[in-house]
């Protein structure tokens, strides 16, 4: 079974920058079952959405909301996932979850940090 933990989250103000980390246990991030990471975003009342993924190894894809402002890197020997976010804004406040997408369809998820962007 497939465990994500993620760590970071906290207050920042606008302008500011904050780094997410995301540690799985139960696989390995080279494993073959694994199709992408991936780090998502949700504000209460509204639906989560994709803010970062690496498909199959590749280089990272970005929401254009997050895009030149953010990076997505992983650490496969430690089986750890960051999202460094820069230039932070009001609307980057959400909870963050990463996630585990595999290749059966099965997707595992963390519980969520929570990121507010406020002066």
């Known amino acids: 079974q497939v465990q994500l933990v993620e760590s970071g989250g906290g207050l920042v103000q606008p302008g500011g920058s904050l780094r997410l980390s995301c540690v799985a246990s139960g696989t390995t991030f080279s494993a073959y079952s694994i199709y992408s990471l991936n780090w998502f975003r949700q504000v209460p009342g509204k639906q989560r959405e994709l803010v970062a993924e690496i498909i199959s190894g590749n280089t990272p894809n970005y929401a254009d909301a997050v895009k030149g402002r953010f990076t997505f890197s992983t650490d496969n020997a430690e089986n750890k996932m960051s999202l460094e976010m820069n230039s932070m804004k009001s609307e980057d406040t959400a909870v963050y979850f990463c996630?585990?997408?595999?290749?059966?369809?099965?997707?595992?998820w963390g519980k969520g940090t929570l990121v507010t962007v406020s002066s």
């Open positions: 996630n585990v997408h595999t290749r059966l369809g099965n997707d595992f």
